[in-house]
T-cell receptor
Framework: AQKVTQAQTEISVVEKEDVTLDCVYETRDTTYYLFWYKQPPSGELVFLIRRNSFDEQNEISGRYSWNFQKSTSSFNFTITASQVVDSAVYFCALSGRLSRAQKLVFGQGTRLTINP | GAVVSQHPSRVICKSGTSVKIECRSL??????MFWYRQFPKKSLMLMAT?????????EQGVEKDKFLINHASLTLSTLTVTSAHPEDSSFYIC??????????????????FGPGTRLTVL
């Protein structure tokens, strides 16, 4: 079975602070994909990143960075110099290589509030 | 990039009525689409996998007679909530996996999500 755990239900920080959102996953697949999505109040899911299990290289995109640690089954997301517009619910998700069409297992989500 | 649309974006209906939600892939074909449900302040839970030309595959605990899924063509899947009740009120989101050749040629690419449909049953 696959499972994604986001232990932080809500995080509130002041603007310009750095914040890290944790994600721990469980899977028996040797090949799998990890994702992060942002869900603003409008409800639409915004794709942020996809990582496959073969690639543990950390990635940086502007103020966003991701730390994939296969040894601890974690895929954490850091926002540097947070801004009010970063306020949203963030979901970590996992899909396994069972078939061509991949269904996603989502974590519980972390509600991030950036205060001015 | 690939776009998935949903219609309607918001629907309010009376208890006992049926509601149909459409999910369309706008610039690519999708033999498979997924339907997720999200309760307020909760995570997304997969309800079913919609398969073009065959029956949908439902997740455990999802009533197939309650949530009818029809994958009518390679670009359209519909979810019908039959005899809706207030407990069916939720945010319904569909997704379609990226086809091969799109976004890097990897077979197992990202999902493209629709904007969601907010259903309120009075």
């Amino acid at each position: 079975a696959q499972k994604v755990t986001q232990a932080q239900t809500e995080i509130s920080v002041v603007e310009k602070e750095d914040v890290t959102l944790d994600c721990v996953y469980e899977t028996r697949d040797t090949t799998y994909y990890l994702f992060w999505y942002k869900q603003p109040p409008s409800g639409e899911l915004v794709f942020l990143i996809r990582r496959n299990s073969f690639d543990e290289q950390n990635e940086i995109s502007g103020r966003y960075s991701w730390n994939f640690q296969k040894s601890t089954s974690s895929f954490n997301f850091t926002i540097t110099a947070s801004q009010v517009v970063d306020s949203a619910v963030y979901f970590c998700a996992l899909s396994g290589r069972l078939s061509r069409a991949q269904k996603l297992v989502f974590g519980q989500g972390t509600r991030l509030t950036i205060n001015p | 990039g690939a776009v998935v649309s949903q219609h309607p974006s918001r629907v309010i209906c009376k208890s006992g009525t049926s509601v149909k939600i459409e999910c369309r892939s706008l610039d690519f074909q999708a033999t498979t689409m997924f339907w997720y449900r999200q309760f307020p302040k909760k995570s997304l839970m997969l309800m079913a996998t919609s398969n073009e030309g065959s029956k949908a595959t439902y997740e455990q605990g999802v009533e197939k007679d309650k949530f009818l899924i029809n994958h009518a063509s390679l670009t359209l899947s519909t979810l019908t909530v039959t005899s809706a009740h207030p407990e069916d009120s939720s945010f319904y989101i569909c997704s379609a996996p990226s086809p091969p050749g799109l976004a890097g040629g990897n077979k197992y690419n990202e999902q493209f999500f629709g904007p969601g449909t907010r259903l309120t049953v009075l």
